[in-house]
């Protein structure tokens, strides 16, 4: 099991980044403020889970101990996998999610990308009276923002990538991600990526 990663920092994607420990690169899917808080080059600390399937590992990263606790959290309600989990977090921090889940919000869960009406019932109903210390803590640190990207149709495309890896289909990603990207030709590739998951979430 490998529970953190220390060490430099060698690549950030959109959803996944790389760290290098001990003449090892682990890659690792993460979220937009996760990856927005990791700087190319330097040496920095990610904590983990890691994900044993029929069809390899995954790791997963985070930059602090409520994002990874809500990721496992969010898994033991039936029929939710890591991938949603993920998504979960792209979208609310592990706080305000708590807040929402512990308040019955199922409305405001349900904006999740992939988290229809039954799937939101279920969040609230199996986690509403689990999530006491998550619902408590603050919001978590502010999200450190990437500069904006270079070349809005190269942004564009980054993002339509990791939607599709998420489960999107490119015919109902693209127009979303375009629309967001006309409309703010400078939202950094995190931003438009968080952005797009809103508005899918409510479609």
């Known amino acids: ?12 994607g959109l959803d996944h980044a790389v760290i290098e420990c001990g003449g090892v690169g682990y890659r690792f899917l993460a979220t937009p403020p996760t990856l927005g808080r990791l700087s190319r080059g330097q040496q920095q600390r990610v904590l983990t889970s890691m994900v044993m399937k029929d069809d390899g590992v995954t790791l997963y990263g985070f930059a602090d101990a409520d994002a990874r606790t ?6 033991t309600v039936t029929g939710l996998g890591p991938k949603l989990a993920l998504a979960a977090l792209a979208v609310f921090d592990p706080g305000e999610l708590a807040s929402r889940i512990s308040a019955g919000d199922a409305k405001a869960v349900q904006t999740i990308p992939g988290v ?7 969040i609230v109903l199996e986690l509403k ?4 210390g998550l619902a408590a803590a603050p919001a978590g640190a502010a999200e450190t923002a990437p500069a904006p ?7 564009v495309e980054q993002v ?6 998420l489960g999107f289909g490119e015919r109902v990603a693209r127009p979303v991600v375009d629309a967001l990207a006309a409309e703010s030709p400078d939202m950094a590739t995190s931003a438009l990526l968080r952005a797009a998951l809103t508005q899918l979430g409510k479609k």
């Open 116 to 122: 229809g009406k039954k799937m939101a019932d279920r």
């Open 1 to 12: 099991m490998i529970d953190s990663l220390n060490g430099e920092v060698i690549s950030i």
């Open 129 to 132: 009276d689990k999530l006491e």
């Open 149 to 155: 990207a270079s070349g809005g149709s190269y942004a």
């Open 70 to 75: 809500m990721f496992h959290k969010l898994q």
């Open 160 to 165: 339509v990538e990791a939607l599709v890896g």
